[in-house]
Protein backbone atom coordinates (compact mmCIF):
# COMPACT_ATOMS: atom_id res chain seq x y z
CA UNK A 1 0.00 0.00 0.00
CA UNK A 2 1.06 3.99 -0.82
CA UNK A 3 1.63 6.04 2.02
CA UNK A 4 -0.45 8.83 1.54
CA UNK A 5 0.21 11.17 4.57
CA UNK A 6 3.68 11.08 6.50
CA UNK A 7 4.03 13.27 9.35
CA UNK A 8 7.89 13.25 10.14
CA UNK A 9 9.59 14.86 13.20
CA UNK A 10 6.70 17.57 14.40
CA UNK A 11 7.38 19.92 17.07
CA UNK A 12 4.80 22.50 17.95
CA UNK A 13 5.30 24.56 20.81
CA UNK A 14 3.02 27.29 22.39
CA UNK A 15 5.19 29.83 24.03
CA UNK A 16 6.80 27.46 26.46
CA UNK A 17 4.56 24.72 26.38
CA UNK A 18 5.39 21.52 24.49
CA UNK A 19 2.03 20.49 23.12
CA UNK A 20 3.40 17.68 20.38
CA UNK A 21 6.92 16.63 20.86
CA UNK A 22 8.62 14.51 18.11
CA UNK A 23 5.45 13.14 16.26
CA UNK A 24 6.04 10.55 13.66
CA UNK A 25 2.96 9.26 11.67
CA UNK A 26 2.74 7.39 8.74
CA UNK A 27 -1.01 6.54 7.18
CA UNK A 28 -1.81 4.83 4.27
CA UNK A 29 -3.95 5.48 1.05
CA UNK A 30 -7.38 4.35 1.79
CA UNK A 31 -6.66 3.78 5.63
CA UNK A 32 -9.19 3.89 8.66
CA UNK A 33 -6.93 5.40 11.65
CA UNK A 34 -8.28 6.57 15.07
CA UNK A 35 -6.32 8.67 17.30
CA UNK A 36 -7.35 8.70 20.47
CA UNK A 37 -5.71 9.85 24.07
CA UNK A 38 -7.21 12.15 27.11
CA UNK A 39 -7.91 15.78 26.99
CA UNK A 40 -5.23 18.02 26.22
CA UNK A 41 -2.85 15.28 24.74
CA UNK A 42 -2.50 17.10 21.24
CA UNK A 43 -4.78 15.80 19.12
CA UNK A 44 -6.65 18.45 17.74
CA UNK A 45 -2.75 20.36 17.64
CA UNK A 46 -1.57 17.43 15.17
CA UNK A 47 -4.89 17.96 13.49
CA UNK A 48 -4.06 21.64 12.90
CA UNK A 49 -0.44 20.95 11.68
CA UNK A 50 -1.78 18.51 8.65
CA UNK A 51 -4.51 20.59 7.89
CA UNK A 52 -2.44 23.92 8.19
CA UNK A 53 -4.38 25.83 10.44
CA UNK A 54 -0.67 25.89 11.93
CA UNK A 55 2.24 26.65 9.75
CA UNK A 56 4.60 27.21 12.30
CA UNK A 57 5.96 23.82 13.91
CA UNK A 58 9.02 21.94 12.99
CA UNK A 59 9.37 18.97 11.11
CA UNK A 60 8.00 18.13 8.54
CA UNK A 61 4.84 16.86 6.58
CA UNK A 62 4.24 15.24 3.26
CA UNK A 63 1.24 14.40 1.71
CA UNK A 64 0.12 12.56 -1.58
CA UNK A 65 4.56 12.64 -2.80
CA UNK A 66 4.67 16.52 -1.60
CA UNK A 67 5.72 18.29 1.48
CA UNK A 68 3.35 20.77 2.46
CA UNK A 69 5.16 21.72 5.40
CA UNK A 70 4.88 25.29 4.36
CA UNK A 71 1.49 25.62 2.61
CA UNK A 72 -1.04 27.10 4.03
CA UNK A 73 -4.54 25.57 4.71
CA UNK A 74 -6.39 26.43 1.77
CA UNK A 75 -3.47 24.97 -0.16
CA UNK A 76 -3.83 21.79 1.45
CA UNK A 77 -7.50 21.79 1.18
CA UNK A 78 -6.73 21.95 -2.79
CA UNK A 79 -4.36 19.44 -2.44
CA UNK A 80 -6.82 16.98 -1.02
CA UNK A 81 -7.00 17.27 3.09
CA UNK A 82 -10.56 18.55 4.55
CA UNK A 83 -11.73 18.53 8.01
CA UNK A 84 -14.42 18.63 10.10
CA UNK A 85 -14.29 20.34 13.15
CA UNK A 86 -14.50 19.57 16.56
CA UNK A 87 -16.78 22.56 17.32
CA UNK A 88 -19.20 22.66 14.36
CA UNK A 89 -18.15 26.12 12.15
CA UNK A 90 -20.84 26.31 9.85
CA UNK A 91 -21.33 29.16 7.56
CA UNK A 92 -24.32 30.19 9.38
CA UNK A 93 -25.58 33.27 7.50
CA UNK A 94 -25.67 30.55 4.34
CA UNK A 95 -27.82 28.14 3.62
CA UNK A 96 -26.74 24.16 3.87
CA UNK A 97 -26.67 24.06 -0.29
CA UNK A 98 -24.83 27.68 0.17
CA UNK A 99 -21.98 25.92 2.40
CA UNK A 100 -21.21 23.14 0.34
CA UNK A 101 -20.86 25.56 -3.03
CA UNK A 102 -18.18 27.53 -0.62
CA UNK A 103 -15.55 24.68 -1.71
CA UNK A 104 -16.64 23.84 -4.89
CA UNK A 105 -15.81 27.42 -6.08
CA UNK A 106 -13.20 27.90 -4.15
CA UNK A 107 -11.34 24.30 -4.90
CA UNK A 108 -13.03 23.02 -8.08
CA UNK A 109 -13.58 26.52 -9.45
CA UNK A 110 -17.16 26.26 -10.29
CA UNK A 111 -20.07 26.46 -8.47
CA UNK A 112 -22.91 26.39 -11.57
CA UNK A 113 -26.06 24.07 -12.12
CA UNK A 114 -23.40 20.96 -12.68
CA UNK A 115 -22.27 21.80 -9.07
CA UNK A 116 -25.24 22.10 -7.12
CA UNK A 117 -26.43 18.73 -8.58
CA UNK A 118 -23.01 17.27 -7.11
CA UNK A 119 -23.90 19.30 -3.65
CA UNK A 120 -27.16 18.01 -3.83
CA UNK A 121 -25.93 13.96 -4.62
CA UNK A 122 -23.58 14.92 -1.35
CA UNK A 123 -26.61 16.04 0.62
CA UNK A 124 -28.80 13.02 -0.19
CA UNK A 125 -25.69 10.55 1.01
CA UNK A 126 -25.42 12.13 3.98
CA UNK A 127 -29.15 11.81 5.06
CA UNK A 128 -29.52 15.88 4.66
CA UNK A 129 -30.96 16.23 1.00
CA UNK A 130 -34.39 17.68 2.55
CA UNK A 131 -32.60 20.32 4.17
CA UNK A 132 -30.67 21.92 1.43
CA UNK A 133 -32.43 25.04 1.50
CA UNK A 134 -32.26 25.79 5.44
CA UNK A 135 -30.20 28.43 6.69
CA UNK A 136 -27.52 26.60 8.74
CA UNK A 137 -27.75 28.17 12.06
CA UNK A 138 -31.35 25.80 12.03
CA UNK A 139 -29.99 22.83 12.02
CA UNK A 140 -29.37 20.51 14.99
CA UNK A 141 -26.91 19.22 16.73
CA UNK A 142 -26.83 15.93 14.20
CA UNK A 143 -27.40 18.19 10.81
CA UNK A 144 -24.53 20.54 11.97
CA UNK A 145 -22.19 17.34 12.13
CA UNK A 146 -23.66 16.13 8.73
CA UNK A 147 -23.31 19.03 7.19
CA UNK A 148 -19.32 19.59 8.01
CA UNK A 149 -18.76 16.44 7.00
CA UNK A 150 -20.81 16.68 3.71
CA UNK A 151 -18.75 20.48 3.48
CA UNK A 152 -15.47 18.36 3.73
CA UNK A 153 -16.27 15.93 0.68
CA UNK A 154 -17.37 19.08 -1.73
CA UNK A 155 -13.99 19.84 -1.51
CA UNK A 156 -12.96 16.38 -2.94
CA UNK A 157 -10.84 15.35 -0.70
CA UNK A 158 -8.16 12.38 -0.46
CA UNK A 159 -8.18 12.33 3.22
CA UNK A 160 -10.65 13.55 5.30
CA UNK A 161 -10.17 14.09 8.96
CA UNK A 162 -13.39 14.22 11.39
CA UNK A 163 -12.29 15.44 14.94
CA UNK A 164 -14.64 14.24 17.11
CA UNK A 165 -17.77 14.55 14.52
CA UNK A 166 -19.55 12.33 16.60
CA UNK A 167 -19.55 14.53 20.17
CA UNK A 168 -22.41 14.71 22.05
CA UNK A 169 -24.66 12.48 19.71
CA UNK A 170 -26.91 9.78 20.56
CA UNK A 171 -26.23 6.39 19.92
CA UNK A 172 -28.19 6.33 17.00
CA UNK A 173 -27.35 9.28 15.69
CA UNK A 174 -23.41 7.87 16.23
CA UNK A 175 -24.36 4.48 14.04
CA UNK A 176 -25.87 6.77 11.53
CA UNK A 177 -22.48 8.95 11.29
CA UNK A 178 -19.98 6.12 11.55
CA UNK A 179 -22.11 4.59 8.48
CA UNK A 180 -21.55 7.84 6.81
CA UNK A 181 -17.76 7.39 7.55
CA UNK A 182 -17.66 3.96 6.07
CA UNK A 183 -19.50 4.64 2.91
CA UNK A 184 -16.77 7.87 2.44
CA UNK A 185 -14.26 5.35 3.20
CA UNK A 186 -15.08 2.81 0.30
CA UNK A 187 -15.23 5.49 -1.90
CA UNK A 188 -11.78 5.26 -1.50
CA UNK A 189 -11.29 8.07 0.96
CA UNK A 190 -8.31 8.13 3.81
CA UNK A 191 -9.76 8.86 6.79
CA UNK A 192 -8.10 9.94 10.48
CA UNK A 193 -10.63 9.85 12.77
CA UNK A 194 -10.41 11.86 16.58
CA UNK A 195 -12.69 10.14 18.42
CA UNK A 196 -13.55 10.23 22.61
CA UNK A 197 -16.12 7.83 21.79
CA UNK A 198 -14.84 4.23 22.13
CA UNK A 199 -17.10 2.07 20.85
CA UNK A 200 -17.14 4.37 17.40
CA UNK A 201 -13.30 4.32 17.42
CA UNK A 202 -13.20 0.80 17.42
CA UNK A 203 -15.58 -0.39 15.54
CA UNK A 204 -14.45 1.81 12.84
CA UNK A 205 -10.26 2.33 13.08
CA UNK A 206 -8.32 -0.32 11.34
CA UNK A 207 -5.45 0.77 13.43
CA UNK A 208 -5.32 3.37 16.19
CA UNK A 209 -2.65 5.66 17.55
CA UNK A 210 -2.65 6.77 20.92
CA UNK A 211 -0.76 10.31 21.61
CA UNK A 212 -0.27 11.12 25.06
CA UNK A 213 0.56 14.65 26.67
CA UNK A 214 2.48 15.55 22.73
CA UNK A 215 3.92 12.01 22.31
CA UNK A 216 2.53 8.93 20.60
CA UNK A 217 2.75 6.38 23.03
CA UNK A 218 1.75 3.20 21.31
CA UNK A 219 -0.30 2.14 17.85
CA UNK A 220 -1.45 -0.52 16.76
CA UNK A 221 -5.26 -2.86 15.96
CA UNK A 222 -8.33 -2.05 18.31
CA UNK A 223 -7.73 -4.92 20.17
CA UNK A 224 -4.47 -4.84 21.59
CA UNK A 225 -4.56 -0.77 22.03
CA UNK A 226 -7.32 -1.36 24.28
CA UNK A 227 -5.71 -4.06 26.58
CA UNK A 228 -2.19 -1.58 26.69
CA UNK A 229 -1.14 -0.83 29.91
CA UNK A 230 0.27 2.72 28.40
CA UNK A 231 -3.30 3.78 27.01
CA UNK A 232 -5.01 2.83 30.51
CA UNK A 233 -2.46 4.76 32.29
CA UNK A 234 -2.86 7.36 30.56
CA UNK A 235 -6.64 6.81 30.15
CA UNK A 236 -7.18 5.93 33.96
CA UNK A 237 -4.20 7.27 35.65
CA UNK A 238 -1.76 4.95 37.93
CA UNK B 1 -32.52 41.79 -10.27
CA UNK B 2 -31.30 40.31 -13.43
CA UNK B 3 -28.02 42.37 -14.61
CA UNK B 4 -29.63 43.53 -17.63
CA UNK B 5 -32.81 45.12 -15.88
CA UNK B 6 -29.75 46.65 -13.35
CA UNK B 7 -28.09 48.23 -16.37
CA UNK B 8 -30.96 49.80 -17.07
CA UNK B 9 -32.17 51.23 -14.22
CA UNK B 10 -28.95 52.48 -13.24
CA UNK B 11 -29.01 54.29 -16.71
CA UNK B 12 -32.41 55.56 -16.11
CA UNK B 13 -31.76 56.95 -12.98
CA UNK B 14 -28.20 58.78 -14.33
CA UNK B 15 -30.05 60.50 -17.48
CA UNK B 16 -32.70 61.22 -14.88
CA UNK B 17 -30.16 63.12 -12.58
CA UNK B 18 -28.34 64.72 -15.57
CA UNK B 19 -31.98 65.97 -16.93
CA UNK B 20 -32.40 67.77 -13.35
CA UNK B 21 -28.58 68.87 -13.44
CA UNK B 22 -29.06 70.91 -16.03
CA UNK B 23 -32.33 71.82 -15.28
CA UNK B 24 -32.37 75.54 -15.04
CA UNK B 25 -35.16 76.85 -12.05
CA UNK B 26 -33.73 73.76 -9.27
CA UNK B 27 -32.41 75.50 -6.48
CA UNK B 28 -28.62 75.34 -6.43
CA UNK B 29 -28.78 74.08 -2.60
CA UNK B 30 -29.99 71.12 -3.93
CA UNK B 31 -26.85 70.06 -5.61
CA UNK B 32 -25.12 71.19 -2.79
CA UNK B 33 -26.79 68.96 -0.55
CA UNK B 34 -27.48 66.09 -3.12
CA UNK B 35 -23.91 65.84 -3.47
CA UNK B 36 -22.87 65.34 0.13
CA UNK B 37 -26.03 62.00 -0.23
CA UNK B 38 -24.41 60.96 -2.78
CA UNK B 39 -20.68 61.37 -1.72
CA UNK B 40 -22.30 59.01 1.28
CA UNK B 41 -24.21 56.16 -0.91
CA UNK B 42 -20.67 55.78 -2.23
CA UNK B 43 -18.74 55.58 1.26
CA UNK B 44 -21.41 53.28 2.72
CA UNK B 45 -21.26 51.14 0.03
CA UNK B 46 -17.58 50.94 -0.35
CA UNK B 47 -17.59 50.67 3.71
CA UNK B 48 -19.81 47.62 3.21
CA UNK B 49 -17.60 45.61 0.80
CA UNK B 50 -15.09 44.71 4.02
CA UNK B 51 -17.24 45.69 6.85
CA UNK B 52 -20.49 43.89 5.71
CA UNK B 53 -19.63 41.19 3.45
CA UNK B 54 -15.99 40.06 5.15
CA UNK B 55 -17.07 41.47 8.99
CA UNK B 56 -14.13 43.87 9.08
CA UNK B 57 -14.86 46.63 10.68
CA UNK B 58 -13.09 49.40 9.32
CA UNK B 59 -12.58 52.62 11.43
CA UNK B 60 -9.93 54.63 9.30
CA UNK B 61 -12.77 55.92 6.96
CA UNK B 62 -11.39 59.31 7.01
CA UNK B 63 -8.04 58.13 6.47
CA UNK B 64 -8.91 56.73 2.68
CA UNK B 65 -11.02 59.74 2.04
CA UNK B 66 -8.04 62.21 3.24
CA UNK B 67 -6.07 60.44 0.59
CA UNK B 68 -8.62 60.85 -2.11
CA UNK B 69 -8.93 64.33 -1.33
CA UNK B 70 -5.28 65.35 -0.98
CA UNK B 71 -3.93 63.59 -3.63
CA UNK B 72 -6.51 65.60 -5.91
CA UNK B 73 -4.91 68.51 -4.47
CA UNK B 74 -1.61 67.95 -5.35
CA UNK B 75 -2.28 66.92 -8.74
CA UNK B 76 -4.55 69.88 -9.06
CA UNK B 77 -1.77 72.07 -7.36
CA UNK B 78 1.05 70.60 -9.32
CA UNK B 79 -0.04 69.70 -13.04
CA UNK B 80 -3.67 71.69 -13.01
CA UNK B 81 -5.20 68.19 -13.43
CA UNK B 82 -8.52 68.13 -14.62
CA UNK B 83 -11.27 66.58 -12.44
CA UNK B 84 -11.39 63.08 -13.82
CA UNK B 85 -7.52 62.47 -13.36
CA UNK B 86 -7.97 63.89 -9.88
CA UNK B 87 -10.68 60.82 -9.19
CA UNK B 88 -8.76 58.54 -11.42
CA UNK B 89 -5.63 59.63 -9.11
CA UNK B 90 -6.89 59.44 -5.77
CA UNK B 91 -8.67 56.28 -6.43
CA UNK B 92 -5.72 54.57 -7.18
CA UNK B 93 -3.60 55.94 -4.42
CA UNK B 94 -6.52 54.99 -1.63
CA UNK B 95 -6.63 51.62 -3.22
CA UNK B 96 -2.93 51.14 -2.21
CA UNK B 97 -3.62 52.83 0.82
CA UNK B 98 -6.14 49.94 1.24
CA UNK B 99 -3.57 47.39 0.33
CA UNK B 100 -1.01 48.68 2.24
CA UNK B 101 -3.18 48.77 5.61
CA UNK B 102 -4.34 45.37 5.14
CA UNK B 103 -1.30 43.79 4.66
CA UNK B 104 -0.71 45.35 7.94
CA UNK B 105 -3.02 44.61 9.39
CA UNK B 106 -5.65 41.87 7.94
CA UNK B 107 -3.66 39.38 9.71
CA UNK B 108 -5.29 40.98 12.95
CA UNK B 109 -8.71 39.79 13.66
CA UNK B 110 -11.92 41.39 15.36
CA UNK B 111 -11.16 44.81 17.23
CA UNK B 112 -7.69 44.71 16.97
CA UNK B 113 -7.78 45.48 13.01
CA UNK B 114 -9.75 47.80 13.92
CA UNK B 115 -8.10 49.64 16.23
CA UNK B 116 -5.23 49.66 13.45
CA UNK B 117 -7.40 51.64 11.58
CA UNK B 118 -8.15 54.21 13.76
CA UNK B 119 -4.15 54.53 14.28
CA UNK B 120 -3.76 54.83 10.23
CA UNK B 121 -5.84 58.12 10.46
CA UNK B 122 -3.69 59.34 13.28
CA UNK B 123 -0.70 58.80 11.38
CA UNK B 124 -1.95 60.67 8.03
CA UNK B 125 -3.11 63.57 9.47
CA UNK B 126 0.24 64.04 11.35
CA UNK B 127 1.74 63.60 8.09
CA UNK B 128 -0.72 66.15 6.52
CA UNK B 129 -0.64 68.80 9.35
CA UNK B 130 3.47 68.78 8.44
CA UNK B 131 3.06 68.58 4.77
CA UNK B 132 3.28 72.65 4.02
CA UNK B 133 2.85 72.11 0.10
CA UNK B 134 -0.96 70.80 1.16
CA UNK B 135 -1.39 73.79 3.52
CA UNK B 136 -0.30 72.30 6.22
CA UNK B 137 -2.59 72.36 9.35
CA UNK B 138 -4.06 75.97 8.52
CA UNK B 139 -5.41 74.23 4.61
CA UNK B 140 -5.11 75.82 1.30
CA UNK B 141 -7.80 78.20 -0.72
CA UNK B 142 -8.01 76.20 -4.02
CA UNK B 143 -10.19 78.30 -7.47
CA UNK B 144 -11.94 76.15 -9.29
CA UNK B 145 -11.13 75.72 -13.04
CA UNK B 146 -13.62 77.78 -15.44
CA UNK B 147 -14.12 74.26 -17.21
CA UNK B 148 -18.19 73.65 -16.62
CA UNK B 149 -18.66 71.06 -19.59
CA UNK B 150 -22.21 71.96 -20.22
CA UNK B 151 -23.68 72.75 -16.62
CA UNK B 152 -25.00 75.95 -15.24
CA UNK B 153 -22.14 76.03 -12.99
CA UNK B 154 -19.72 73.76 -11.07
CA UNK B 155 -21.79 72.42 -7.76
CA UNK B 156 -24.28 70.92 -10.54
CA UNK B 157 -21.55 69.65 -12.28
CA UNK B 158 -20.18 68.13 -9.17
CA UNK B 159 -22.96 66.72 -8.41
CA UNK B 160 -23.90 64.60 -11.71
CA UNK B 161 -19.98 63.27 -11.22
CA UNK B 162 -20.80 62.09 -7.62
CA UNK B 163 -23.88 60.39 -9.14
CA UNK B 164 -21.74 58.66 -11.71
CA UNK B 165 -19.17 57.62 -8.64
CA UNK B 166 -22.17 56.18 -6.84
CA UNK B 167 -23.68 54.28 -9.54
CA UNK B 168 -20.33 52.97 -10.07
CA UNK B 169 -19.13 52.12 -6.57
CA UNK B 170 -22.70 50.42 -6.10
CA UNK B 171 -21.91 48.18 -9.63
CA UNK B 172 -18.97 47.48 -8.07
CA UNK B 173 -20.14 46.37 -4.66
CA UNK B 174 -23.28 44.20 -6.35
CA UNK B 175 -20.75 42.58 -8.65
CA UNK B 176 -18.43 41.94 -5.69
CA UNK B 177 -21.57 40.37 -4.02
CA UNK B 178 -22.69 38.20 -7.03
CA UNK B 179 -18.72 36.49 -7.52
CA UNK B 180 -16.54 34.14 -6.10
CA UNK B 181 -15.18 36.99 -3.71
CA UNK B 182 -18.76 37.79 -2.07
CA UNK B 183 -18.73 34.15 -1.25
CA UNK B 184 -15.44 33.86 -0.26
CA UNK B 185 -16.06 37.18 2.05
CA UNK B 186 -18.83 35.66 3.36
CA UNK B 187 -17.71 32.75 4.73
CA UNK B 188 -15.07 34.79 6.63
CA UNK B 189 -17.37 36.49 7.84
CA UNK B 190 -18.74 33.24 9.36
CA UNK B 191 -16.25 31.76 10.20
CA UNK B 192 -12.75 32.17 9.09
CA UNK B 193 -11.36 28.37 9.83
CA UNK B 194 -13.90 27.15 8.30
CA UNK B 195 -13.48 29.23 5.13
CA UNK B 196 -9.59 28.37 4.84
CA UNK B 197 -10.29 24.73 5.03
CA UNK B 198 -12.75 24.75 2.33
CA UNK B 199 -10.53 26.07 0.18
CA UNK B 200 -10.85 30.23 0.67
CA UNK B 201 -7.68 31.91 0.21
CA UNK B 202 -8.67 34.40 3.22
CA UNK B 203 -6.15 37.12 2.95
CA UNK B 204 -5.96 37.15 -0.37
CA UNK B 205 -9.66 37.59 -0.63
CA UNK B 206 -9.39 40.08 2.39
CA UNK B 207 -6.63 42.31 0.88
CA UNK B 208 -8.81 42.35 -2.42
CA UNK B 209 -11.66 43.80 -0.48
CA UNK B 210 -9.64 46.14 1.23
CA UNK B 211 -8.14 47.51 -1.81
CA UNK B 212 -11.08 47.65 -3.73
CA UNK B 213 -12.99 49.32 -0.85
CA UNK B 214 -10.18 51.48 -0.22
CA UNK B 215 -10.12 52.97 -3.79
CA UNK B 216 -13.74 53.83 -3.59
CA UNK B 217 -13.31 55.96 -0.68
CA UNK B 218 -10.96 57.32 -2.53
CA UNK B 219 -12.88 58.50 -5.43
CA UNK B 220 -15.18 59.85 -3.01
CA UNK B 221 -12.93 62.30 -1.15
CA UNK B 222 -11.23 63.12 -4.16
CA UNK B 223 -13.67 65.12 -5.78
CA UNK B 224 -13.70 67.42 -2.17
CA UNK B 225 -11.66 70.22 -2.36
CA UNK B 226 -12.81 71.28 -5.60
CA UNK B 227 -16.56 70.97 -4.30
CA UNK B 228 -15.30 73.33 -0.97
CA UNK B 229 -12.79 75.32 -3.23
CA UNK B 230 -10.81 74.71 0.12
CA UNK B 231 -9.19 71.89 2.21
CA UNK B 232 -8.04 71.59 5.53
CA UNK B 233 -6.78 68.35 7.79
CA UNK B 234 -9.18 68.79 10.73
CA UNK B 235 -12.53 68.23 8.74
CA UNK B 236 -11.10 66.33 6.29
CA UNK B 237 -9.91 63.61 8.57
CA UNK B 238 -13.01 63.91 11.24
CA UNK B 239 -13.31 60.22 12.67
CA UNK B 240 -17.56 61.25 12.13
CA UNK B 241 -17.04 59.80 8.88
CA UNK B 242 -16.25 56.57 9.86
CA UNK B 243 -19.53 56.89 12.22
CA UNK B 244 -21.72 57.30 9.41
CA UNK B 245 -19.82 54.75 6.65
CA UNK B 246 -20.39 52.35 9.60
CA UNK B 247 -23.82 53.60 10.57
CA UNK B 248 -25.41 54.07 7.19
CA UNK B 249 -24.70 50.05 5.68
CA UNK B 250 -25.84 48.89 9.67
CA UNK B 251 -29.00 50.52 9.48
CA UNK B 252 -30.05 50.02 5.98
CA UNK B 253 -28.97 46.01 5.93
CA UNK B 254 -25.13 44.87 5.49
CA UNK B 255 -25.88 41.55 3.48
CA UNK B 256 -26.98 42.45 0.28
CA UNK B 257 -25.71 45.77 -1.58
CA UNK B 258 -28.51 47.54 -1.35
CA UNK B 259 -28.87 47.80 2.16
CA UNK B 260 -25.99 50.63 2.53
CA UNK B 261 -27.52 52.45 -0.61
CA UNK B 262 -30.59 52.45 1.47
CA UNK B 263 -29.22 53.82 5.00
CA UNK B 264 -26.89 56.41 3.19
CA UNK B 265 -29.78 58.03 1.24
CA UNK B 266 -32.23 58.03 4.35
CA UNK B 267 -29.68 58.91 6.96
CA UNK B 268 -27.83 61.39 4.73
CA UNK B 269 -30.93 63.38 3.84
CA UNK B 270 -32.39 63.12 7.35
CA UNK B 271 -29.24 64.60 8.24
CA UNK B 272 -29.16 67.51 5.40
CA UNK B 273 -32.79 68.48 6.35
CA UNK B 274 -31.83 68.42 10.04
CA UNK B 275 -28.85 70.72 9.40
CA UNK B 276 -30.90 73.38 7.38
CA UNK B 277 -33.75 73.41 9.60
CA UNK B 278 -32.80 72.72 12.96
CA UNK B 279 -28.87 72.67 13.86
CA UNK B 280 -25.44 71.17 12.17
CA UNK B 281 -24.91 69.32 15.67
CA UNK B 282 -28.25 67.62 15.99
CA UNK B 283 -27.60 65.18 12.75
CA UNK B 284 -24.88 63.71 14.76
CA UNK B 285 -27.15 62.84 17.50
CA UNK B 286 -29.92 61.21 15.00
CA UNK B 287 -26.93 58.94 13.61
CA UNK B 288 -25.94 58.18 16.65
CA UNK B 289 -29.76 57.48 17.99
CA UNK B 290 -30.55 55.48 15.14
CA UNK B 291 -27.61 53.30 15.09
CA UNK B 292 -28.55 52.17 18.93
CA UNK B 293 -31.60 51.55 18.04
CA UNK B 294 -30.88 49.51 15.23
CA UNK B 295 -28.49 47.47 16.53
CA UNK B 296 -30.54 46.65 19.58
CA UNK B 297 -34.19 46.48 18.20
CA UNK B 298 -33.17 45.62 14.51
CA UNK B 299 -29.57 43.65 13.32
CA UNK B 300 -30.34 43.09 10.47
CA UNK B 301 -31.26 46.42 9.75
CA UNK B 302 -34.08 47.70 7.38
CA UNK B 303 -33.22 44.61 4.64
CA UNK B 304 -33.65 42.52 7.78
CA UNK B 305 -37.07 44.73 8.95
CA UNK B 306 -38.57 43.95 5.14
CA UNK B 307 -37.04 40.44 5.07
CA UNK B 308 -39.20 39.15 8.46
CA UNK B 309 -42.47 41.61 7.03
CA UNK B 310 -42.56 39.51 4.07
CA UNK B 311 -42.32 36.23 6.16
CA UNK B 312 -44.82 36.60 8.50
CA UNK B 313 -47.43 37.75 5.89
CA UNK B 314 -46.91 35.04 4.08
Not at chain 1, 146 to 167: H, Q, V
Not at chain 2, 112 to 131: P, Q
Not at chain 2, 188 to 206: F, H, M, Q, W, Y
Request: proline share 3%; glycine share 10%; with cysteine.
Amino acid sequence: METILEVSNVVKQFGGFTALSDVNLRVQQGERLGLIGPNGSGKTTLINCISGAFTDYQGSIRFDGNDISKLKAHERTKRGIARSFQIPRPFSSMSVMENLLVPFAFVGGKDGPVQQKEAMDILQGMGLANKAFVQSNQLSQVELRKMELARAMAAKPKLLISDEAMAGLSGTEVDEVLEILFGLNKLGITIIMIEHIMQAVMKFSQRVVCLDAGKIICEGTPETIVKNPEVQRAYLGD
Amino acid sequence: MTSMKYAAYSSLLLLGLLTLSIMSGVNEYFFFAGFVVLQFVVLATAWNILGGYAGYVNFGVPAFIAVGAYTAVVLFKSISAPLLVQIVGGGILAGALGLGVGLLTLKLRGIFFSIATVAVVFILETLVNNWRYVGGATGLQLTRPADLWFFDSYVRMLFFVMAVLAVFSVTVARYVQDSFLGRGLRAVRDSEEAAECSGVPTLKIKLIACTISGALMGIAGAPMPMYLSYIEPLSTFNLSYSIYALGMPIIGGTSHWIGPVIGALLLATLQQIVTVTVSNELNVLIVGVLLVLFVVIAPEGILGLVKKWKQSSK
